[in-house]
């Protein structure tokens, strides 16, 4: 449910979500380079970079507490690969430990808010079509559209297990200790890969020969 709720935002009907997904994944990534690419203590650069990406926000009409929410759980991760990496930047001595390191949050932070743009705007079979259409390996296509499809399933699995885990302890709270995270983990690992050799042979029995198509691609001559 919560995979729906997100997905279902990116089927609106504003101005960058009727863009074609190929030119809006082509967008996103060379946005993306760019940041990357800026120099480290450019922040003229940044700003431009961040002036546009605010615009292209506003314009796609994404939550902006969700994003907000979720940049600030990967800037905690981003932060601490920042401080690792920054002593030994190559222009650390030049501009200080400190510019580098607030370089190399603006930069991740500018690629991370532009890609969840992306996904906010164009639903993500929309996005794999995209792949498909500009060359991108069948296979990896596949392995992305049924990692995205079982992350739903999966999702709802541990949902029912933590249920039924909380109906069977009597306990006051909801936490979980590491014993009960552990076995949870284990077991969904086990029902994951179980599930997974069911559908193969589920799929090889009704002739699966590796192209995944959508109602809205044209099927085989």
Do not use: C
Not at 62 to 87: D, K, N, Q, S, T
Not at 129 to 158: K, W
Not at 186 to 210: I, P
């Amino acid at each position: 449910m919560r995979l729906e709720l997100r997905e279902r935002h990116a089927q609106g009907n504003g101005p960058l979500h009727r863009l074609d997904a190929r030119v809006k994944l082509l967008a996103a990534i060379a946005f993306v380079v760019t940041a990357v690419a800026t120099p480290a203590g450019a922040w003229r650069l940044f700003a431009a970079q961040g002036l546009v990406l605010v615009f292209l926000i506003g314009l796609s009409g994404a939550p902006i507490r969700e994003l907000v929410r979720r940049w600030l759980g990967f800037l905690v991760l981003l932060l601490f690969l920042a401080l690792m990496v920054a002593p030994t930047h190559p222009r650390r001595a030049e501009l200080g430990v400190r510019v580098v390191v607030l370089s190399i949050l603006a930069k991740n932070s500018l690629a991370f808010l532009a890609m969840l743009t992306l996904v906010n705007v164009t639903p993500f079979y929309k996005l794999l079509s995209a792949l498909r259409r500009l060359g991108v390996p069948p296979t990896l296509v596949a392995t992305l559209q049924f990692m995205y499809r079982y992350l739903h399933v999966l999702t709802e699995e541990l949902d029912r297990m933590v249920l039924a885990r909380r109906a069977r302890t009597f306990r006051g709270t909801g936490g979980l200790d590491w014993g009960l995270l552990t076995g949870l983990i284990g077991v969904l690992f086990l029902r994951a890969f179980e599930r997974g050799e069911r559908v193969h042979a589920a799929m090889v029995s009704r002739g699966w020969d590796g192209t995944l198509r959508t109602l809205d691609e044209p099927g085989p001559p």
